[in-house]
C-alpha cells in the first residue's frame, strides 16, 4: 500500500501560479506512482472542484482572504483537516508555516518544510511581518522534522542563525530546444535586441535599480520587463512610469510559449532578485539558453558557479548601467553564456533529480533504507548577502 503524503501550502494544483505551485507540479507528476499524494487547494481559486487530478487528490480549504491571512489562515485549517486523516507524511512550502510543525509533532505524523527564501529582510513585510516571519522561520527549526533549502547558501544561514541543518534539495527547470521569433514581434522588439527582466514588480527584485540603470547606460538596445502585480502599488506605478520606446512592459505573461520565446530570443537576462534560494526565473534562465547579468549575491553566485555562467552587478545603478555598457560591447561572450548555459541545468537542476532527492528523503523520513545524499557546508561567512547591512546586523 502507497504511503500518504499531503502537501500544504501552495495555492493549488493544477495551479500553477508561481514558484511553489510549479513545484510542487513538477514533483507530483515524478512520484505520484510511489505516493499517494493529497494537496491542500484554496477554495475561492476554484470554480470546479474535481477530487482527483493526474491521480492526485485535491482537498478545497476555505481561507481568510486578504493580503496578510490568507496563505496562514489557509494552512492554519489545511493542518486541522490533516491531522484527523491519517497522513504518513506532510510537506509544507513557505517559512510562515513554520508553527504548524509542531501541530503534525503533536499528532505522530512526520513533516518537513521547505523554508524558502530570508522573507523576514523582504521589504513588503515590515514590522510585525518581518517579526512573524523571523519567528516562524526559527520556530520551523524546532517544530518540524526536516528543514528543506532550495540553495546550499539557504543552509548555510540558517546553521548560521539557527543553529540548523536543513536538507539542501535544489529547485528545478525543464530545458527547451524550440525557437521562434513571431510572438515576440507584438512588443515592437526583435532577436537579440533587448535586455529582459521578469518578476514582479516589488522592491527585493530591484527593478527599479535595474531600469534607472539601463537608462543611465545609453544602450541602444530594449529593456523588456515581464511581470506586474496583482494589486494597486505605488512602488509598481512608479516604475511603469519609466515606460518609453526603449522601455517596455508587457505585464503578465501567462503564455508558456511566449514567456520562452521571449527568454529564448534576449541579448540577455537581467537578474535583480535579492532575498531568495535558488530562484525559478534564474533557473529559467539558464535553461532558455540567456545569457546573464545578476545582482552579485551567494545565491546568484551559487546557481552560476561564480562567473562561470553569468555576470555580476552592485546594487547601484551606476553599476548596473556599467555593466550593460560591458555586455553590448562584448557579443562574442553574451554569445559563449548562451552556449553553455543549458550545461548547469543538466550538471544540477532536472527536476528528475529533484524528485529523485525528494522521494529519497520521504523514505528516509519513513524509516526506509535509502540513504540521503551527504550534504557538506562551506565553512560560515559573516558576509552572507552583498550590500544587506539589515541582514548583517538581524545575524548578529
Same mark, same amino acid.
Given at each position: 500500500?502507497?504511503?500518504?503524503?499531503?502537501?500544504?501550502?501552495?495555492?493549488?494544483?493544477?495551479?500553477?501560479?508561481?514558484?511553489?505551485?510549479?513545484?510542487? &507540479?513538477?514533483?507530483?507528476?515524478?512520484?505520484?506512482?510511489?505516493?499517494?499524494?493529497?494537496? !491542500?487547494?484554496?477554495?475561492? +481559486?476554484?470554480? =470546479?472542484?474535481?477530487?482527483?487530478?493526474?491521480?492526485?487528490?485535491?482537498?478545497?480549504? $476555505?481561507?481568510?482572504?486578504?493580503?496578510?491571512?490568507?496563505?496562514?489562515?489557509?494552512?492554519?485549517?489545511? #493542518?486541522?483537516?490533516?491531522?484527523?486523516?491519517?497522513?504518513?507524511?506532510?510537506?509544507?512550502?513557505?517559512?510562515?508555516?513554520?508553527?504548524?510543525?509542531?501541530?503534525?509533532?503533536?499528532?505522530?505524523?512526520?513533516?518537513?518544510?521547505?523554508?524558502?527564501?530570508?522573507?523576514?529582510?523582504?521589504?513588503?513585510?515590515?514590522?510585525?511581518?518581518?517579526?512573524?516571519?523571523?519567528?516562524?522561520?526559527? &520556530?520551523?527549526?524546532?517544530?518540524?522534522?526536516?528543514?528543506?533549502?532550495?540553495?546550499?547558501?539557504?543552509?548555510?544561514?540558517?546553521?548560521?542563525?539557527?543553529?540548523?541543518?536543513?536538507?539542501?534539495?535544489?529547485?528545478?527547470?525543464?530545458?527547451?530546444?524550440? @525557437?521562434?521569433?513571431?510572438?515576440?514581434?507584438?512588443?515592437?522588439? =526583435?532577436?537579440?535586441?533587448?535586455? +529582459?527582466?521578469?518578476?514582479?514588480?516589488?522592491?527585493?527584485?530591484?527593478?527599479?535599480?535595474?531600469?534607472?540603470?539601463?537608462?543611465?547606460?545609453?544602450?541602444?538596445?530594449?529593456?523588456?520587463?515581464?511581470?506586474?502585480?496583482?494589486?494597486?502599488?505605488?512602488?509598481?506605478? @512608479?516604475?511603469?512610469?519609466?515606460?518609453?520606446?526603449?522601455?517596455?512592459?508587457?505585464?503578465?505573461?501567462?503564455?508558456?510559449?511566449?514567456?520562452?520565446?521571449?527568454?529564448?530570443?534576449?541579448?540577455?537576462?537581467?537578474?535583480?532578485?535579492?532575498?531568495?534560494? &535558488?530562484?525559478?526565473? +534564474?533557473? @529559467?534562465?539558464?535553461?532558455?539558453?540567456?545569457?546573464?547579468?545578476?545582482?552579485?549575491?551567494?545565491?546568484?553566485?551559487?546557481?552560476?558557479?561564480?562567473?562561470?555562467?553569468?555576470? !555580476?552587478?552592485?546594487?547601484?545603478?551606476?553599476?548596473?548601467?556599467?555593466?550593460?555598457?560591458?555586455?553590448?560591447?562584448? $557579443?562574442?561572450? #553574451?554569445?559563449?553564456?548562451?552556449?553553455?548555459?543549458?550545461?548547469?541545468?543538466?550538471?544540477? !537542476? #532536472?527536476?528528475?533529480?529533484?524528485?529523485?532527492?525528494?522521494?529519497?528523503?520521504?523514505?528516509?523520513?519513513?524509516?526506509?533504507?535509502?540513504?540521503? =545524499?551527504?550534504?557538506?557546508? $562551506?565553512? @560560515?561567512?559573516?558576509?552572507?548577502?552583498?550590500?544587506?547591512?539589515?541582514?548583517?546586523? #538581524?545575524?548578529?
Amino acid at each position: 500500500m502507497k504511503k500518504k503524503l499531503a502537501i500544504i501550502g501552495i495555492k493549488g494544483y493544477p495551479y500553477v501560479y508561481g514558484g511553489y505551485e510549479t513545484f510542487v &507540479t513538477e514533483l507530483v507528476q515524478r512520484i505520484s506512482d510511489r505516493y499517494e499524494i493529497h494537496v !491542500y487547494c484554496h477554495r475561492s +481559486l476554484f470554480e =470546479e472542484r474535481p477530487k482527483i487530478v493526474n491521480g492526485v487528490h485535491l482537498h478545497y480549504i $476555505p481561507a481568510i482572504e486578504g493580503k496578510s491571512f490568507s496563505q496562514l489562515s489557509h494552512s492554519f485549517l489545511s #493542518t486541522m483537516h490533516a491531522v484527523f486523516t491519517g497522513y504518513d507524511l506532510c510537506l509544507y512550502v513557505n517559512t510562515a508555516n513554520g508553527p504548524f510543525g509542531y501541530v503534525t509533532r503533536l499528532f505522530n505524523i512526520k513533516s518537513a518544510i521547505n523554508v524558502d527564501g530570508l522573507e523576514w529582510l523582504r521589504p513588503k513585510w515590515k514590522g510585525l511581518g518581518a517579526k512573524y516571519f523571523y519567528w516562524a522561520s526559527k &520556530t520551523a527549526t524546532k517544530a518540524f522534522d526536516v528543514l528543506i533549502a532550495d540553495s546550499s547558501e539557504m543552509a548555510k544561514i540558517y546553521e548560521n542563525m539557527f543553529n540548523a541543518r536543513p536538507e539542501f534539495i535544489a529547485y528545478g527547470a525543464n530545458i527547451k530546444e524550440k @525557437k521562434t521569433t513571431s510572438n515576440i514581434e507584438q512588443f515592437g522588439i =526583435e532577436k537579440g535586441e533587448y535586455y +529582459l527582466i521578469v518578476g514582479r514588480l516589488i522592491p527585493d527584485n530591484n527593478s527599479d535599480l535595474i531600469v534607472k540603470g539601463f537608462l543611465k547606460s545609453g544602450s541602444k538596445k530594449k529593456l523588456v520587463i515581464v511581470g506586474d502585480v496583482p494589486y494597486k502599488d505605488a512602488y509598481a506605478e @512608479k516604475i511603469k512610469s519609466y515606460a518609453c520606446e526603449n522601455v517596455i512592459f508587457t505585464g503578465y505573461v501567462t503564455s508558456g510559449d511566449l514567456l520562452y520565446d521571449l527568454y529564448a530570443n534576449s541579448y540577455c537576462y537581467l537578474h535583480g532578485h535579492e532575498y531568495g534560494g &535558488t530562484n525559478p526565473t +534564474l533557473l @529559467k534562465a539558464l535553461a532558455y539558453k540567456c545569457a546573464i547579468l545578476a545582482l552579485d549575491t551567494v545565491f546568484s553566485q551559487e546557481v552560476l558557479l561564480g562567473r562561470k555562467h553569468g555576470v !555580476y552587478f552592485q546594487k547601484s545603478e551606476n553599476s548596473v548601467a556599467a555593466q550593460i555598457r560591458l555586455m553590448d560591447r562584448l $557579443p562574442l561572450m #553574451t554569445q559563449r553564456l548562451k552556449s553553455i548555459a543549458q550545461n548547469r541545468i543538466r550538471e544540477n !537542476y #532536472t527536476w528528475e533529480k529533484i524528485a529523485d532527492q525528494y522521494d529519497n528523503m520521504f523514505q528516509q523520513m519513513l524509516g526506509g533504507k535509502t540513504v540521503p =545524499e551527504v550534504v557538506l557546508y $562551506p565553512s @560560515k561567512q559573516n558576509n552572507l548577502l552583498p550590500n544587506s547591512g539589515e541582514f548583517i546586523s #538581524t545575524a548578529k
